[in-house]
């Protein structure tokens, strides 16, 4: 079974931190660029953030930026979303998706066409 699993999702006050995980089972992370994006009820999916295989490239959208910084241990298999400062805006269900990466990284973020994988989502709420 190939799959992705995100976690470390949960109820957050406003100006606190998150780091959410991207775990990949049953293959091998290293040679996809991953995405993350997320989708609050009643609105449309955005992109958030994406590295590139090997981590040298990064984007993010333009509400997180200064924010969330996105990274990844390939030796583990798993990319990490940190978020800090977050905001009431920032509540959603974050999910990552893989697509394999032929050496263009990140280059059609935030498109959400052309990817192999997707998790389950994990909850992300920001509230007092």
């Known amino acids: 079974q190939l799959t992705l699993a995100e976690s470390g999702g949960g109820l957050v006050q406003p100006g606190g931190s998150l780091r959410l995980s991207c775990a990949a089972s049953g293959f091998t992370l290293g040679y996809y660029a991953i995405g993350w994006f997320r989708q609050a009820p009643g609105k449309e999916r955005e992109g958030v953030s994406c590295i590139a295989r090997t981590g040298t490239s990064t984007r993010y959208g333009d509400s997180v930026k200064g924010r969330f910084t996105i990274s990844r241990d390939n030796a583990q298999n798993t990319v990490y979303l940190q978020m800090d400062s977050l905001k009431p805006e920032d509540t959603a269900v974050y999910y990552c998706?893989?697509?394999?990466?032929?050496?263009?990284?990140?280059?059609?973020?935030?498109?959400?066409?052309?990817?192999?994988?997707w998790g389950q989502g994990t909850q992300v709420t920001v509230s007092s």
């Open positions: 998706g893989a697509t394999l990466d032929y050496g263009l990284g990140c280059i059609r973020f935030p498109s959400q066409n052309g990817y192999n994988y």
